[in-house]
């Protein structure tokens, strides 16, 4: 693949049941050996709550920094919700 990415984020855990978690990417291709096109960079912030040991929610949101050279060149929100069940 062309498509390249650096991301980062840490976390905290303010109670035993929960965790905040906060992250941000940046997203480049390269068309042609040695040049680069920006894709953007996105920025988001998830939480979990631990309901059980084997259950647990989180609820997150991200939002999408596109570069001009974007498809589309609008910046995009992304909500979404989780649900894990270990068994």
Do not use: R
Not at 50 to 55: G, H, Q, S, V
Request: hydrophobic residues 30%.
């Amino acid at each position: 693949s062309n498509m390249w990415a650096i991301l980062a984020g840490g976390s905290i855990d303010p109670t035993e049941q929960t965790k905040v978690c906060l992250y941000g990417g940046y997203y480049a291709f390269e068309e042609e050996p040695g040049t680069e096109d920006e894709l953007g960079w996105e920025v988001g912030v998830s939480g979990t709550y631990n309901y059980t040991e084997d259950l647990g929610f989180t609820l997150g949101y991200s939002h999408f920094f596109a570069e001009e050279k974007t498809l589309g060149k609008d910046d995009a929100d992304y909500v979404y919700f989780q649900t894990q069940l270990c068994f």
